[in-house]
């Protein structure tokens, strides 16, 4: 088999405040921007990687899911337990330095893992968790 990850979610509950996250704090490049409001699905993406995405979307939009699930959802944000990401950089220490001097919410500072790798963490405006590894 020939599988690769094309595109993976993440809520947002503030499309300008996580588009201006991914795009001016990060550096993704933005594919696209459709709906309105609040009611927006923003794809981004790493420059020169156009085979992998990450898409910011309403979490409540699926209208299957009932209002105690939004609920939950919105509680679950609100503590930021709901989403998170795992990315890679090379340069842990100059990632960090530039992620966190553009006012990102620091989690931890680049730390070595008792599991074997060094990595550092910051929130993005919806609470997701944003874990950034060292490659080594």
């Known amino acids: 088999m020939d599988i690769t990850i094309h595109t ?8 300008d405040a996580s588009l201006a996250f991914y795009r001016d704090v990060l ?5 696209s921007d459709v709906g309105q409001g609040k009611m927006r699905w923003i794809t981004v993406g790493p420059a020169g990687q156009p085979g992998t995405s990450l898409l910011l979307a309403p979490p409540a939009a ?4 009932t209002e105690d699930e939004r609920r939950t959802i919105a509680e679950m944000m609100a503590k930021g ?8 950089t090379p340069d842990l220490d100059g990632t960090f ?17 008792p599991y074997g790798v060094r990595d550092c963490a910051f929130r993005d405006p919806a609470g ?8 080594r």
């Open 128 to 135: 997701n968790l944003i874990r950034i590894q060292e490659l």
């Open 97 to 113: 330095e530039k992620v966190q001097a553009r006012d990102a919410e620091v989690v931890q500072e680049p730390t070595e893992q």
């Open 8 to 15: 993976t979610f993440l809520p947002h509950d503030d499309p």
């Open 27 to 31: 550096g993704f490049e933005v594919r």
């Open 81 to 88: 337990t709901y989403g998170w990401i795992l990315l890679a």
């Open 62 to 65: 699926d209208p299957g899911i």
